[in-house]
């Protein structure tokens, strides 16, 4: 199975803080890629990273890759309460994509 | 450009009875997957189609469940004969080539309950 691992399941910070997040995945990957999820929503995508990239910015998101160890971490800089949702990362191979149990986040003000 | 379309967005069902989960893709995409997530739980893979064929149903429990995305028309996920462990939000998603390329669009979801 392709299914991914985050950690933390639950992480909670003040306003300003910058929020790590990680992900491990099990085989070979075309793209590793990172969604966001508030309540009762569905994921919008965040951030892809390819699987010859070793890192990659958008905005206040950085995503790692590190594809010896498979694994991910996306960090987001100087948080803001809206950044309060689920994050989840998705290893992608061919036709297979798959999803980890994410991370909640909570960005207290 | 309209988003993934999901309807019904919220359905309750007794037991026994027939879900049917509708999808209609964005516009141009041809890709089409469904997800299932529990409460305080990631998306479990069930189904991958294209139009007219499913690629891969490996995630799919093998008695109840089906899926298909016509020619015309909206994918369905059909679930017969419902019980209460099949309670979840069920994901649409789709992309306009297969995946390896790049995102998936998301609709929001059909939460289904089951009494």
């Known amino acids: 199975s392709q299914q991914g691992e985050e950690d933390p399941q639950a992480l909670s910070i003040q306003e300003g803080e910058n929020a790590t997040m990680n992900c491990s995945y099990k085989t070979s990957i075309n793209n590793l890629q990172w969604y966001r999820q508030n309540s009762g929503r569905g994921l919008v995508h965040l951030i892809l990273?390819?699987?010859?990239?070793r890192e990659k910015h958008s905005g206040r998101l950085r995503v790692t890759l590190d594809t010896s160890k498979k694994s991910s971490s996306l960090l987001i800089t100087a948080s803001r309460a809206a950044d309060t949702a689920s994050y989840f990362c998705a290893s992608q191979l061919n036709n297979d994509m798959r999803f980890g149990a994410g991370t909640r986040l909570t960005v207290k003000p | 450009n309209a988003g993934v379309m999901q309807n019904p967005r919220h359905l309750v069902r007794r037991r026994g009875q027939e879900a049917r989960l509708r999808c209609s893709p964005m516009?141009?995409?041809?890709?089409v997957y469904w997800y299932r997530q529990l409460p305080e739980e990631g998306l479990k893979f069930m189904v991958y189609?294209?139009?007219?064929?499913?690629?891969?149903e490996s995630g799919m429990p093998k008695e109840r469940f089906s899926a298909e995305f016509p020619k015309e028309g909206p994918s369905i996920l059909r679930i017969q004969q419902v019980v209460r462990g099949d309670s979840a939000a069920y994901f649409c998603?789709?992309?306009?080539?297969?995946?390896?390329?790049?995102?998936?669009?998301f609709g929001e979801g059909s939460r289904l309950t089951v009494l």
């Open positions: 998603a789709s992309s306009p080539t297969g995946a390896g390329t790049g995102e998936l669009f």
């Open positions: 189609l294209q139009k007219e064929n499913i690629i891969d």
């Open positions: 516009k141009g995409h041809s890709h």
């Open positions: 990273i390819r699987s010859n990239e």
